[in-house]
């Protein structure tokens, strides 16, 4: 029996809303008690938190591991190192590797390369068509077998409606969370950036925010037909949520995320066509971030996401229309995310009911949140040190993070999947 005591912590409860004093009694991997008076005696190992943030560990949905294909970018080892030096005790991945996520032994072989590989909890998504081509949906079944916990074409919008409603249809019937990319693909092909004064200044082809409302009109339309379960992977502007608004009035089964980037980044830290801000979609204006950030703290935006993407050197070293899109966030999410409560703008209770307990409940973990019986993934963070980011000292393989150079606030101290430490900052 394995028994850890975290005392002097300031428990930050997402599930009640609290941020307050007190203790935690982790055994045998779960999460056996806490309180707020006097700490229980214990003959296991005791954590003296000296008053800093004790939390769920994070899950973290839509992670690229780019194995297989592309291990030269990242693999589930150095995914894992990041993860855990970032807080983020679950990471959910992406299909879209090379060869795509859409068979049973596919699935298998990433499962035992994340088991063997990863020191924190690895969650698989699969294709939902087969090759992301839209054409063809994949086995489902077979695939939820394996181990699949979402199916998702990724960036790869299934733009064949009748293809894109059979699969949620089957979707439904063997009870599926399907996560899409709300785009309207015809409009957004090709864009570096999001249209306005600021894309036309620069001479760089742009989409219009519309695209997004668009997507997202599309697919809630099929939700009404089918039912199905479905998660938004990235919902970006002001212009997208009333229709998110009227689809959860409504009863439909849908929740939405965001990503980190676009929650603190905006249109104009593109600049002089700095690469490592391209993204996708394209960062926003400022008034869509701070519609976003409202969303998220009124709840009507479910999750935050790092959306990591690893890209080598050759692929960003390349004029701003050719370079490839993404940026690596399993260690910046956390203090990236910080900014928003030095602010004043998410307090930590709302920012970790975004990134570790909704994520969870979507998925139907019983992870993200303080309560007995509860699996012992929490991060021991201080939000308040101050540090700047240089990308090399980043456990990725690839270090195209937007943050690198700039001044952040928050630092992960420790780690803890089931309760075992897999991550102590020196």
């Known amino acids: 029996m394995t028994t850890t005591l975290f005392t002097n912590a300031r428990l930050i409860d997402p599930e009640a809303g609290t941020d307050s004093p007190g203790w935690l009694l ?12 006097t700490p229980p005696e214990t003959d296991g190992e005791v954590i003296d938190c000296g008053g800093k ?9 839509g992670v690229k591991v780019c194995e297989p294909g592309e291990r030269h970018k990242e693999s589930y080892k150095s995914a894992g190192l990041a993860a855990a030096a970032g807080g ?48 063809e949906m994949t086995e489902i079944g077979f695939l939820m077998d394996a181990g699949a916990v979402a199916f998702t074409d990724c960036d790869h919008v299934v733009s064949n ?23 309207e693909p015809g409009l957004s092909q090709g864009a570096a950036a999001t249209s306005g004064k600021f894309a036309t200044l620069y001479g760089l082809p742009a989409v219009s925010p519309m695209a997004e409302r668009m997507g997202l009109d599309r697919d809630i339309a099929l939700l ?19 229709a998110l608004e009227r689809a959860k009035r409504n009863g439909l089964d849908i929740t939405a995320g965001t990503s980190i980037h676009h929650l603190t980044l905006n249109e104009l830290d593109v600049a002089d066509y700095r690469t490592f801000f391209k993204v996708k979609p394209p960062l926003r204006s400022e008034g869509d971030r701070q519609a976003v950030i409202e969303a998220v703290r009124s709840g009507l935006i479910d999750i935050i996401s790092s959306m990591h ?118």
């Open 161 to 183: 409606t009748k293809v894109f409603s059979r699969a949620l249809t089957y979707a439904r019937s063997c009870g599926a969370l399907v996560i899409a990319h709300p785009q």
């Open 224 to 242: 009404e037909m089918t039912g199905a379960r479905y998660h938004a992977d990235q919902i970006t502007t002001a212009r997208a949520l009333p």
């Open 88 to 135: 983020v005790t679950t990471i959910v991945t992406r299909p879209d590797t090379l060869p795509v996520i859409d068979t049973p032994e596919t699935l298998e072989f990433v499962t035992r390369r994340a088991q063997a590989d990863a020191p924190v909890n690895v969650l698989p998504m699969a294709a939902l068509t087969k090759g992301r081509e839209g054409r």
């Open 53 to 61: 943030c004790l939390a769920p560990g994070i899950v973290d949905i």
């Open 309 to 426: 993407t690893p890209q080598d050197e050759e692929s960003k070293r390349l004029p701003f229309e050719e370079a490839a899109s993404g940026a690596v966030a399993l260690e910046t999410l956390l203090p990236a995310a910080l900014r928003l409560y030095h602010g004043e703008q998410l307090d930590l209770p709302t920012l970790f009911r975004a990134m570790s307990l909704n994520p969870a409940k979507r998925l139907g973990l019983n992870t993200g949140k303080l309560a007995a019986d509860a699996p012992a993934d929490l991060v021991l963070f201080d939000p308040e040190t101050p540090f700047v980011l240089d990308r090399f000292t980043l456990q990725s393989k690839s270090q195209n993070t937007p943050f690198d150079g700039q001044r952040m606030q928050g630092r992960v101290l420790a780690t803890y999947v089931a309760g075992a430490a897999v991550y102590r900052r020196n």
């Open 26 to 37: 982790a055994r045998d991997g779960v999460i056996a008690a806490r309180g707020a008076k």
